[in-house]
Nanobody, 123 residues
Framework: QVQLVESGGDLVQPGGSLRLSCAAS????????VAWFRQAPGKEREGVSC????????DYDDSVKGRFTISRDNAKNMVYLQMNSLKPEDTAVYYC????????????????WGQGTQVTVSS
C-alpha cells in the first residue's frame, strides 16, 4: 500500500526557514517524480515545486524560486522541501504527491497524496 507522510511544518517568523519532509512507504520514491503542493485557507491547492524521477529535474513556482529547494535522499526514501526567507503568504498546508510517473505531471485529484503539514509564517 502506497503511503506518503509529510512532516516538518511549524510556526515560524517571517524571514525564517523550515525543511519539510515527505516519507514514503510502499514505493521507492527515487524512481518517480514527486511534487509539493500547498493550500492556503480559502484558496485552491497550488503546485509549489517538483523533482523528476531518476534525472532529478526540478521545477518551482515563480512565487518560491530562489527561496525554496526541493531535493531527495534515495537512501532514506525521502523528498525534502527546504524553505528559506519565508513570507506570511507562504502560510498553508503543504502536501507531497506523486502519480508514479517520471515527469512532473501530478495534478490535484490524481495520484497519491499525504495528509499535509501546516506551515504558518507569522510574527
Amino acid at each position: 500500500q502506497v503511503q506518503l507522510v509529510e512532516s516538518g511544518g511549524d510556526l515560524v517568523q517571517p524571514g525564517g526557514s523550515l525543511r519539510l519532509s515527505c516519507a514514503a512507504s510502499g514505493l521507492t520514491l527515487n524512481y518517480y517524480a514527486v511534487a509539493w503542493f500547498r493550500q492556503a485557507p480559502g484558496k485552491e491547492r497550488e503546485g509549489v515545486s517538483c523533482i523528476g524521477g531518476s534525472d532529478d529535474f526540478t521545477d518551482y513556482d515563480d512565487s518560491v524560486k530562489g527561496r525554496f529547494t526541493i531535493s531527495r535522499d534515495n537512501a532514506k526514501n525521502m523528498v525534502y522541501l527546504q524553505m528559506n526567507s519565508l513570507k506570511p503568504e507562504d502560510t498553508a498546508v503543504y502536501y507531497c504527491a506523486t502519480d508514479l510517473g517520471k515527469s512532473c505531471t501530478v495534478v490535484v485529484g490524481t495520484g497519491f497524496w499525504g495528509q499535509g503539514t501546516q506551515v504558518t509564517v507569522s510574527s
